[in-house]
């Protein structure tokens, strides 16, 4: 099993920045995909953002230029860095790691923003 922690989530204001962290541990040996969902209230969940072992990222349209996802494999840990956030991203944002046909989620972290 594969455990997914996330960290970071809180409350900014519009225009503010926040970092997102998460760390997976347990039976690890080879996790290509870790990325980024979130579920914004009353609406279904969303993909943020991913990336690979090798560094290929993909993103929502609507992060482009503001997110920047990061990775460190050796730690096996995926970093979003949130800047000029706005209300609309408002959400719960959930972490996931891939290792071969299986995704792995975390619990979600709250990220709240203020206008």
């Known amino acids: 099993q594969v455990q997914v922690v996330e960290s970071g989530g809180g409350l900014v204001q519009a225009g503010g920045s926040l970092r997102l962290s998460c760390a997976a541990s347990?039976?690890?040996?080879?996790?290509?995909?870790m990325g980024w969902y979130r579920q914004p209230p009353g609406k279904q969940r969303e993909l943020v953002a991913t990336?690979?072992?090798?560094?290929?990222?993909n993103s929502a349209a609507s992060v482009q230029g503001r997110f920047t996802i990061s990775r460190d494999n050796a730690k096996n840990t995926v970093y979003l860095q949130m800047n000029s956030l706005k209300p609309e991203d408002t959400a719960v944002y959930y972490c996931y790691a891939r290792q071969g046909w299986d995704d792995y989620w975390g619990q979600g972290t709250q990220v709240t923003v203020s206008s």
């Open positions: 990336i690979t072992t090798g560094g290929t990222t």
């Open positions: 347990g039976r690890i040996h080879n996790i290509y995909t």
